[in-house]
C-alpha cells in the first residue's frame, strides 16, 4: 500500500520558519517527481514547489509567491521530500500536500493527507 507520512506543520509567527517533511513508503518505486502543493480556504490548490528526479535535466520549480523564501529538496535514499519554509507570512497559511508522481506505465500520482501550516501572530 502506498503511503506518503508527512510532518512539520505547526502554528508559527510572521517571518518565522517551518520545514515539512514527507516520505514515501517503501512501495513507492521510480519516483519521476516530488512536490508540494497547499490548498487555502475557499482556494484552489496550488503549486507550491516541485523537484524532478535525478539525471533527468530539470531542476526544482517554485511558486512565484514563495520564490526566495522556499526551498524544496529530497533525500533519494530515505524517498523523503521536505520543503523549507523561511520568512513565512500569513498569507503563506494553508493545508500543505505532498504530491509524488512514480511508477511506470501508467505512471502513479499519490497524495499525502495534508498537514496544516497556520502563520499568525
Known amino acids: 500500500q502506498v503511503q506518503l507520512t508527512e510532518s512539520g506543520g505547526g502554528l508559527v509567527r510572521p517571518g518565522g520558519s517551518l520545514r515539512l517533511s514527507c516520505e514515501a513508503s517503501?512501495?513507492?518505486?521510480?519516483?519521476?517527481?516530488m512536490a508540494w502543493y497547499r490548498q487555502a480556504p475557499g482556494k484552489q490548490r496550488e503549486l507550491v514547489a516541485n523537484i524532478p528526479s535525478d539525471g533527468s535535466g530539470g531542476s526544482a520549480n517554485y511558486a512565484d509567491s514563495v520564490k526566495g523564501r522556499f526551498t524544496i529538496s529530497k533525500d533519494n535514499v530515505k524517498n523523503t521530500v521536505y520543503l523549507q519554509m523561511s520568512n513565512l507570512k500569513p498569507e503563506d497559511t494553508a493545508v500543505y500536500y505532498c504530491n509524488v508522481v512514480w511508477g511506470w506505465a501508467p505512471r502513479k500520482n499519490s497524495w499525502g493527507q495534508g498537514t496544516q501550516v497556520t502563520v499568525s501572530s
Open positions: 517503501s512501495s513507492v518505486f521510480s519516483i519521476h517527481t
